[in-house]
């Protein structure tokens, strides 16, 4: 069997051309869409993440404000940045680009940010809503990975999801996702005994660690579906996942390739909550 692969790019690109129409009818209302993007230091990997989003943002006319502090940048400093974002009417969303640099604190500045411009949903607003099931703030990178499976009509109701990595950013908001869909979910982490035993179990294998390739054709069950949200950079630059995708596609039945997999949906699901923040804003 050769795996259906899942075209990340394909399925935001038809997203994004559905946000686009939206915002061109919010714009019709007076209703102007705009992300903040605050990126402190000048970590290389994080300014490529932030262009390439402020790119995206410009090509679906979301107005970007870009502020870019120094490494050496206080607590207070940042902290005072968000508070004026917070109430400035142009800023529908803050995006607040991770990890920050060492000796500044992640979770006070995040809490900081208003849970109505928490576009990241990485606030305790946010994470609550989402445990609670209520309507919030889903963080990008999980909803995305629930709109690709959407995308291919992969339903977890009844399926076994097993999800590797439990961050705050990705594992554990997906394993939530997953439940709520109904899938029956196993999450793992580096502590975890029998991984291999609990991979090659799944329907819809999950993967979010930061090792390359650490998921082999072994770990997979034939005929799963495989998302890998890994980013991983060779020392030759090459960017690769979690999963061997080589092997790995010849026993799934779906799987995600990276790069063209996760990463495009993720953006695609900043933008997304640019817009819901805008509208929320207006009272639509
Ligand atoms: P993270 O905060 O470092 O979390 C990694 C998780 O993997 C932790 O829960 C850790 O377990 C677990 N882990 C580490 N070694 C393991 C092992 N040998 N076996 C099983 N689990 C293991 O990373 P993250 O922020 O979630 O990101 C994970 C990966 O996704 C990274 O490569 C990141 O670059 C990528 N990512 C991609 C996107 C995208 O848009 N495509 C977005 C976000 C992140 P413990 O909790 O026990 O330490």
Do not use: W
Not at 130 to 153: R, Y
Not at 177 to 194: D, E, F, P, Q, Y
Not at 205 to 212: D, T
Request: glycine residues 8%; contains cysteine.
């Amino acid at each position: 069997m050769t795996a259906q692969i899942i075209d990340g790019k394909k399925i935001a690109h038809d997203l994004k051309e559905d946000l686009r129409k939206e915002i061109s009818s919010l714009k019709a209302q007076g209703i102007n869409p705009g992300l903040a993007v605050i990126l402190v230091g000048d970590d290389p990997a994080s300014q490529k993440y932030v262009a390439s989003k402020e790119k995206t943002c410009e090509k679906l006319s979301i107005a970007s404000f870009h502020y870019g502090l120094p490494a050496t940048t206080t607590q207070k400093e940042l902290g005072e940045l968000i508070d004026r974002l917070n109430v400035d009417k142009k800023v529908s969303g803050i995006l607040l680009q991770l990890p920050l640099p060492k000796g500044l604190n992640e979770k006070e500045a995040i809490r900081r940010i208003s849970p109505e411009k928490d576009v990241d949903g990485l606030g305790p607003l946010s994470l609550g809503k989402l445990v609670l099931d209520e309507p919030g703030f889903i963080s990008c990178t999980p909803h995305g990975v629930m709109k690709m499976l959407e995308a291919c009509n992969i339903d977890p109701a009844g399926k076994h999801a097993v999800v590797v990595g439990r961050s705050v950013l990705v594992g554990k908001p997906l394993s939530l996702l997953l439940l709520r869909k109904n899938a029956t979910v196993t999450i793992c982490h580096s502590k975890t005994a029998n991984l291999r035993e609990i991979c090659a179990s799944a329907d819809i294998l999950c993967v979010a660690v930061g090792r390359a390739k650490m998921i082999t054709a072994d770990m997979i069950r034939k005929g799963a579906v495989v998302i890998d949200v890994g980013i991983n950079v060779s020392p030759d630059g090459r960017i690769t996942g979690d999963v061997d995708f080589e092997t790995a596609k010849e026993k799934a039945a779906y799987i995600s390739p990276v790069p063209g997999g996760v990463g495009p949906m993720t953006i695609a699901m900043l933008m997304y909550n640019t817009v819901i923040a805008a509208k929320m804003q207006s009272g639509i």
